[in-house]
């Protein structure tokens, strides 16, 4: 059996239809957009099953785990920026309830700060640092106090 890397992308661990992940297609280009200095591209992931987001490089792409260790050792000056690709479960309800809001209304603020919230989690899950963890910090925050309001 040939090994291959969990950060390199698509494992082809289980082949499914891809039909049901179409109606997310326009959601994805949304946060592309929205995110579109930092990742290289959004699409639906074929292995995660309960978290919500994560990262993933091409085949040929430095590795996280390589990258931070460059960084660590001094050479953060010539360590390039691998922007990387953000894996989203499509069959998450935070994903699914995103989704429902973008097709709603798809001008809501609320879609920008969800998207850099996926973003800053995925980082976080792989034990990166993100840019801005005060905003990370209020973010959640707010989330709670509303979800404890309802």
Do not use: W
């Amino acid at each position: 059996k040939k090994l291959k890397s969990a950060e390199k992308g698509d494992l082809n661990l289980d082949k499914e239809d891809d039909k049901k992940d179409e109606k997310f297609n326009a959601l994805f280009g949304f946060i592309k957009s929205k995110l579109e200095s930092k990742i290289k591209e959004v699409k639906a992931s074929s292995h995660l099953k309960n978290s919500v987001a994560c990262l993933s490089g091409d085949a040929n792409d430095m590795s996280a785990y390589m990258e931070k260790l460059l960084k660590a050792s001094g050479g953060a000056a010539q360590v390039p920026e691998v922007k990387r690709v953000l894996e989203l479960n499509t069959s998450h309800p935070v994903v699914e309830k995103i989704n429902a809001l973008f097709e709603k209304d798809r001008d809501n603020q609320a879609l920008t700060d969800y998207s850099q919230l996926l973003l800053d989690m995925a980082i976080i899950s792989e034990g990166g640092k993100i840019d801005n963890p005060a905003q990370f910090n209020k973010m959640v925050g707010d989330l709670m106090a509303k979800s404890m309001t309802e």
